[in-house]
Each structure stands twice: as structure tokens, then as C-alpha cells.
T-cell receptor
Framework: GENVEQHPSTLSVQEGDSAVIKCTYS??????FPWYKQELGKRPQLIID?????GEKKDQRIAVTLNKTAKHFSLHITETQPEDSAVYFC????????????????FGKGTKLSVKP | NAGVMQNPRHLVRRRGQEARLRCSPM?????VYWYRQLPEEGLKFMVY????????ESGMPKERFSAEFPKEGPSILRIQQVVRGDSAAYFC???????????????FGPGTRLTVL
């Protein structure tokens, strides 16, 4: 089955710096890669996702890149702010657009990001 | 609040008792997923359900655990004869129906924190 590895497990940056979190996956059939942010004691919140037909996606200070050949994808946060401090999880799944979808997400173990003011 | 609802938020059980966790998906969503999160770890997929149908239960232990999503009412994750190792946060997520183009996206509830004494 699918296996997702995530690095680093902890990341500390200075406010205003960039943060990069990397994930690799094992199943070449995986085609959907979301990223979730989880604050302490709260629910995971979807912050950005990418499908395998796209190499890069950006939403304000957040971007995700995907390399299908190497089977890895990365989250990039620019101009980090203290409120970006949280645990970030990457995930992978195999989905279809119309029917036949498996849907369950396989998560990485998470990266605890600390942004120091 | 049109988000995913879970109750109870906190549940304390003694060893050997039963735990019942409830999840109401977002309005218009027809798919429910249950995940378990141990402290300091990522989320592990347990089961994926549609109304009156279990799609994938490959992540759920064969014994003591069961899940349902009836035609009316919330999805229920049931743990019989709980043991200390069942202590965890249990999150459910919901996604739109197949064919909507956004079926891949899963939105999480606030979780139920189960403590087994």
C-alpha cells in the first residue's frame, strides 16, 4: 500500500523567512496530494492541494510543487508569520473524478513548524 | 455552523466499556471517513463510508471496532470493550458526492478525544 514520508519532523524559522516541508510517496498511482495545518488541540484544516496533472500551485504565501517522476511533493511558505506556527501534514490518495474513488488519505507523520517573532 | 460536527468532544471510558462516537457530515456531503490520531503522530485512516454502505474498512481493526452511516442520522464509530491503547483523538472527515469535481477534498470535524482509564 501507499506510504508517505515527511521531513523534517520539526522546523524552526525566523519570522519573515521561508519554510519548506518535503514529502515522498511510494505508490505511483497516487494522484491527489493535500496539505493540512493542525493547531494544538484543533482539527486539521486543508490549506492547499495539488493533483497529479499539475506541477505547481500557489495561493498567496503558500505554494506546493509536485514531481511525479521522483514521487515527491513540497510545501513552501514564504514570509512566515507567528500564526503559521502549527503542525503541517502532507497526504496522498488515489481518486477518480467520477466514480471508482478510493478516497482515503495516507498521511505523513507531520512537521511541527515554529515561527519565532 | 455548516461544518463537520462531532460529538462528544471528550469521552472518558473505563476498560471494558463501549465508546460511541458520532459524526455529522457537512451539508450536501455524502461520504464520511474516520481517522485515528495518537499523540504526536499523524492521522491513520480507519474506514470510509457512504450512506448505508461501507466502501473501505481496511484501516479498522477487525475486532471490537465497527462503523455505520445510516440513511438518517450521523455516522457512528463504535468501539466495544475499550482498552487503554484505544485512547486517541478520533477525527471524521466528509467530502462531496462523486462527480462534483471536488470530491477529493476532505473537511475534518473537531474530533473526539477518547480517554480510557
Amino acid at each position: 500500500g501507499e506510504n508517505v514520508e515527511q521531513h523534517p519532523s520539526t522546523l524552526s524559522v525566523q519570522e519573515g523567512d521561508s519554510a519548506v516541508i518535503k514529502c515522498t510517496y511510494s505508490d505511483s498511482a497516487s494522484n491527489y496530494f493535500p496539505w493540512y495545518k493542525q493547531e494544538l488541540g484543533k482539527r486539521p484544516q486543508l490549506i492547499i492541494d495539488i493533483r497529479s496533472n499539475v506541477g505547481e500551485k500557489k495561493d498567496q504565501r503558500i505554494a506546493v510543487t509536485l514531481n511525479k517522476t521522483a514521487k515527491h511533493f513540497s510545501l513552501h511558505i514564504t514570509e512566515t508569520q507567528p500564526e503559521d506556527s502549527a503542525v503541517y501534514f502532507c497526504a496522498a490518495s488515489i481518486v477518480g473524478n467520477y466514480g471508482g474513488s478510493q478516497g482515503n488519505l495516507i498521511f505523513g507523520k507531520g512537521t511541527k513548524l515554529s515561527v519565532k517573532p | 455552523n455548516a461544518g463537520v460536527m462531532q460529538n462528544p468532544r471528550h469521552l472518558v471510558r473505563r476498560r471494558g466499556q463501549e465508546a460511541r462516537l458520532r459524526c455529522s457530515p457537512m451539508k450536501g456531503h455524502s461520504h464520511v471517513y474516520w481517522y485515528r490520531q495518537l499523540p504526536e503522530e499523524g492521522l491513520k485512516f480507519m474506514v470510509y463510508l457512504q450512506k448505508e454502505n461501507i466502501i473501505d474498512e481496511s484501516g479498522m481493526p477487525k475486532e471490537r471496532f465497527s462503523a455505520e452511516f445510516p440513511k438518517e442520522g450521523p455516522s457512528i464509530l463504535r468501539i466495544q470493550q475499550v482498552v487503554r491503547g484505544d485512547s486517541a483523538a478520533y477525527f471524521c472527515a466528509s467530502s462531496p458526492p462523486l462527480g462534483t469535481g471536488t470530491h477529493n477534498e476532505q473537511f475534518f470535524g473537531p474530533g473526539t478525544r477518547l480517554t480510557v482509564l
